[in-house]
Each structure stands twice: as C-alpha cells, then as structure tokens.
C-alpha cells in the first residue's frame, strides 16, 4: 500500500526567508501524482502544487517550488520569501491512475512563520 | 468559483446517536469523498462515491456509512455515533479537468460526548 511520511510535525520559519517541507512515499507504481495542499487555521485546505511523476521538471507557483527526486521517491516543498500568510498546516498527498482518484496524505506538518 | 460546502461547522451529538453530515458541492463532479482529519495521523479515507448510487469503502469504514442520491450531494452517516468518532470530517470532490485537484469543504468538528 501507497504510505506517504511527513516527519517534521512542526516548523517554524521568519518572514521573508526561506523554508523546505519534507515529504517521502512509498509505492511501487512508475506513474503518479503528488500533492502539496495547505489548510490555514480554521479555513479550507487548498491545493499549493502539483507534480506529475513523469515531468522531471520541478513544479513551481510563484514563492512555491518542489523538489521531486522519483529515485528517492522525496517531494520536498520551499517557500521562498515567507508571509505572515503562509502560517498553515501543509499536508503531502499522492495520487495514482491505479488508486482511482483518491489522495493518500501524510500526517502534515504546521508551519508557523515568526514576524 | 468552485464551491464545497458542509452542513454544519461543529456538532455535538450524544453516544449512540445518528449523524448526518452533508455535503454540496456545485461543480457538478463525479467523484466525492470523506475524510476523517485528526492530530498526527492526516487525513484518512472513509468512503468515496464515484457517481450516484455508487459508492465504495476507503481505509477506515468501520461504523460509517454513505449515501448519494444526487450528483451534488454525498451523505456521511454514523449510524450509532461512539466516542472515538469525535473527529473533523472533511468532504471533497474532484475535478478531473485541466486543474485535476481535489476541492475541499470547511470541515465539520464533531464532538460525540
């Protein structure tokens, strides 16, 4: 079964810098779909970024970027230039055409960003 | 603007009680789910519906059930609601167009005392 590991359960980051979430999974699929999505105190999780397993080219949205090592199977999430805005929790999700379109999340990770 | 929503924010029921979470969304999808989100374990599967009158159990079933009478509407139901239920109940549906994401409701707290 698809497992996916978020093992900083809390980090904490000052405006305007920068920060790396961790993520790793496990699955013994070639082709699949990872996810960043974000859930803001008491407000509605919504997805950051996606990345398809078949791009080796690194997904990015603005201050957001990932760095996907398939290999490795590792999606990590940076955050350049933090906001006060950016203080959520952030959960690691994947996605496989085998698994139907069902998201398996990691335990998530809260970040707090310091002014 | 897509639109997810849940019929209650929080609740509180009684052991043994049943409870109807509901759940709208109005992007016409065909696939919805619900979530079970608590402390250090993420969000876990519970059930999903890939069109209407279908449904399927994801990783943790047990003591719940779902209905999906309409295209926009998927019901949770604790039939007999127990303590380890207390928990925040995320629904979703999917988009399999160009943004292929899930979007999700605002969640409802449950509390079974």
């Known amino acids: 079964a698809q497992t996916v590991t978020q093992s900083q359960p809390e980090m904490s980051v000052q405006e305007a810098e920068t920060v790396t979430l961790s993520c790793t999974y496990d699955?013994?699929?070639?082709?699949?779909?990872l996810f960043w999505y974000k859930q803001p105190p008491s407000r509605q999780m919504i997805l950051v970024i996606r990345q398809e397993a078949y791009k080796q080219q690194n997904a990015t949205e603005n201050r957001f970027s990932v760095n996907f090592q398939k290999a490795a199977k590792s999606f990590s999430l940076k955050i350049s230039d933090s906001q006060l805005g950016d203080a959520a929790m952030y959960f690691c999700a994947y996605r496989s055409e085998e698994y139907g379109n069902k998201l398996v999340f990691g335990a998530g990770t809260i970040l707090r960003v310091k002014s | 603007d897509v639109k997810v929503t849940q019929s209650s924010r929080y609740l509180v029921k009684r052991t043994g009680e049943k409870v109807f979470l509901e759940c709208v969304q109005d992007m016409d999808h065909e696939n919805m789910f619900w979530y079970r989100q608590d402390p250090g374990l993420g969000l876990r599967l519970i059930y999903f519906?890939?069109?209407?009158?279908?449904?399927e159990k994801g990783d943790i079933p047990e003591g719940y059930s779902v209905s999906r009478e309409k295209k926009e509407r998927f019901s949770l139901i604790l039939e007999s609601a127990s303590t380890n239920q207390t928990s925040m109940y995320l629904c979703a549906s999917h988009s399999q167009g160009p943004t292929d994401t899930q979007y999700f409701g605002p969640g409802t707290r449950l509390t079974v005392l």
């Open positions: 519906s890939y069109d209407v009158k279908m449904k």
């Open positions: 699955t013994s699929e070639s082709d699949y779909y």
